[in-house]
C-alpha cells in the first residue's frame, strides 16, 4: 500500500534563511512524487514532481525537491524563504502502475516570519 | 476558465437531508478524482473514475456516498442521510490518467455544514 509521511506539523523559518519542509513515502516499486501548496480560502495548487532522472527538481516560486530513494525521502526546499511562502504544503505519492492512485500526507504549515 | 470547476462552493443542510455536488473537470482529463479534506488535514482519498469507470472506492466511505461519472465529463458527489461528520471540504481533481507521471488539478470546494 502507498503512504506519505509529513513528519513536521509546522515549521518555522525566518525570511531570507533556507527553508525545507520533510516527506517520506511508501510504495511499492518507483514513485512519482509531487508536491503541492494550499493557501488560505484557496485550492491545491500543484508545485513540482519527479518522474525519473535527476534526483533534484525544480518547480514553481523557486522551490525544489530533492528525491532520495535509499532513504525514500523527497523533501522540499527554498535556498531563502519569503513571507509569502507562508502556507500549508502537501507531500503525495503514486506508484507507476496504470491504475495507481495518488496519495496526499496530512500537510505541513510552513510559518515565514518576517 | 479552463480549470477545475465545482459548484456549490458552500452547501449548509440539516442532518438526515441528502446532498449532491457537482464537479467539471478540465475537459481533456480523462482521471477525476474526489477527495474529502477537514482543516489542516491533507486530502483524504475517497473516489477516482477514469472516464466513465470508477477505479476505486476508499473503504471510509460508508454506504451513504455515492459517486457517477455517467459519460465521462462531469461528475456528482451525493451523500445520504447527511450526519454532522460529514461537514467538510469536498475536493475534486482531475487529470490525464494511466502510465504517466501526471499532477493534478484540483477545484475551489464545496464546503459542506451539517446542522
Known amino acids: 500500500a502507498q503512504s506519505v509521511a509529513q513528519p513536521e506539523d509546522q515549521v518555522n523559518v525566518a525570511e531570507g534563511n533556507p527553508l525545507t519542509v520533510k516527506c517520506t513515502y511508501s510504495?511499492?516499486?518507483?514513485?512519482?512524487l509531487f508536491w503541492y501548496v494550499q493557501y488560505p480560502n484557496r485550492g491545491l495548487q500543484f508545485l513540482l514532481k519527479y518522474i525519473t532522472g535527476d534526483n533534484l527538481v525544480k518547480g514553481s516560486y523557486g522551490f525544489e525537491a530533492e528525491f532520495n530513494k535509499s532513504q525514500t525521502s523527497f523533501h522540499l526546499k527554498k535556498p531563502s524563504a519569503l513571507v509569502s511562502d507562508s502556507a500549508l504544503y502537501f507531500c503525495a505519492v503514486r506508484g507507476q502502475n496504470r491504475d495507481d492512485k495518488i496519495i496526499f500526507g496530512k500537510g505541513t504549515r510552513l510559518h515565514i516570519l518576517p | 476558465d479552463t480549470g477545475v470547476s465545482q459548484n456549490p462552493r458552500h452547501k449548509i443542510t440539516k442532518r438526515g437531508q441528502n446532498v449532491t455536488f457537482r464537479c467539471d473537470p478540465i475537459?481533456?482529463?480523462?482521471?477525476l478524482y474526489w477527495y474529502r479534506q477537514t482543516l489542516g488535514q491533507g486530502p483524504e482519498f475517497l473516489t477516482y473514475f477514469q472516464n466513465e469507470a470508477q477505479l476505486e472506492k476508499s473503504r471510509l466511505l460508508s454506504d451513504r456516498f455515492s459517486a457517477e461519472r455517467p459519460k465521462g465529463s462531469f461528475s456528482t458527489l451525493e451523500i445520504q442521510r447527511t450526519e454532522q461528520g460529514d461537514s467538510a471540504m469536498y475536493l475534486c481533481?482531475?487529470?490525464?490518467?494511466?502510465?504517466?507521471?501526471?499532477?493534478?488539478?484540483f477545484g475551489p470546494g464545496t464546503r459542506l455544514t451539517v446542522t
Open positions: 481533481a482531475s487529470s490525464l490518467g494511466g502510465i504517466g507521471a501526471y499532477e493534478q488539478y
Open positions: 510504495v511499492s516499486g518507483n514513485p512519482y
Open positions: 475537459s481533456e482529463h480523462n482521471r
